[in-house]
């Protein structure tokens, strides 16, 4: 299949994202939810028979693996994966129409290393803190529960897309489970590889939808600022 954009870092496919089945490397993805929205994917019907969508998921979300999606939702595509979770994390943010929500980040044959964030400690001037610092510590892991705002319509990366995750919040889920390729089954506007390039890393995604592909090969085109590996 011949990729509709490629640079040094990332490769995207206007295709189906069941093609990942066949690639080692570690799925990160926030899948459809199968709750009848309209993601504009090219014709695909977000209302699959409970068999439909389990085999999708099987197919798309195979291990090692990195699920975005609702919390209750999890148990059952748990039983699709055909595992339980290893670790999960809670992302909070604020919604629009209660005060906060959240979604569970469930990782499925790998794991997490919570100690490569480190966030900074809040009483420095305790002496065990103190003692801590002056030894060189520059923080303590990042806790099992993250908040990051919604791509909302003021925000810099908000797209065409109707329901894009933060990339702020793939860049923690990229940082906390080293991978030498990263894959995406249902690739959206971008996000996931953008947060994937803007570190180094390498991966490839698949998107059905190609006004979904043409807009996330313009935000993966972008110059990377502050790359790190």
Same mark, same amino acid.
């Given at each position: 299949m011949t990729p509709y954009y490629s640079d040094a870092y990332v490769t995207l496919? @206007?295709?189906?994202?069941? =093609?990942?089945?066949d690639i080692e490397g570690l799925v990160v993805t926030d899948p459809p939810y199968n709750i009848g929205f309209d993601y504009g994917r090219g014709g695909y019907l977000d209302q699959?028979?409970?068999?439909?969508? #389990?085999?999708?998921? &099987? #197919?798309?979300?195979r291990p090692p693996s990195v699920?975005? @999606?609702? &919390?209750?939702?999890? *148990?059952?595509?748990a039983d699709a994966i055909g595992q339980a979770p290893e670790?999960?994390? #809670? +992302?909070?943010?604020?919604? @629009?129409l209660t005060s906060r929500q959240w979604r569970l980040v469930s +990782?499925? !044959?790998? =794991?997490?290393?919570? #100690?490569?964030?480190?966030?900074?400690?809040?009483?420095?001037t305790d002496k065990r803190v103190a003692a801590l610092i002056e030894s060189g510590s520059d923080?303590?892991?990042v806790y099992d529960w993250w908040h990051f705002d919604q791509v909302k319509?003021? =925000?810099a990366d908000k797209t065409a897309h109707p329901c894009p995750v933060p990339r702020p919040l793939v860049r923690r889920i990229l940082e906390v489970t080293p991978a030498a390729l990263v894959?995406?089954? *249902?690739? !959206?506007s971008g996000t996931t590889l953008r947060a994937a390039k803007d570190i180094g890393r390498e991966a490839i995604g698949y998107e059905t939808d190609e006004r979904w592909v043409s807009i996330a090969a313009r935000v993966l085109g972008q110059e990377v600022l502050g790359l790190t590996a």
């Open positions: 496919y @206007h295709g189906d994202g069941r =093609s990942v089945r699959l028979s409970t068999g439909e969508y #389990a085999e999708l998921i &099987a #197919a798309t979300c699920v975005i @999606h609702y &919390a209750e939702a999890m *148990f059952p595509l670790r999960c994390v #809670a +992302w909070v943010y604020n919604g @629009h +990782w499925f !044959g790998c =794991s997490p290393d919570l #100690a490569l964030v480190k966030q900074p400690y809040k009483n420095p923080g303590r892991p319509n003021v =925000s894959l995406d089954p *249902f690739t !959206g």
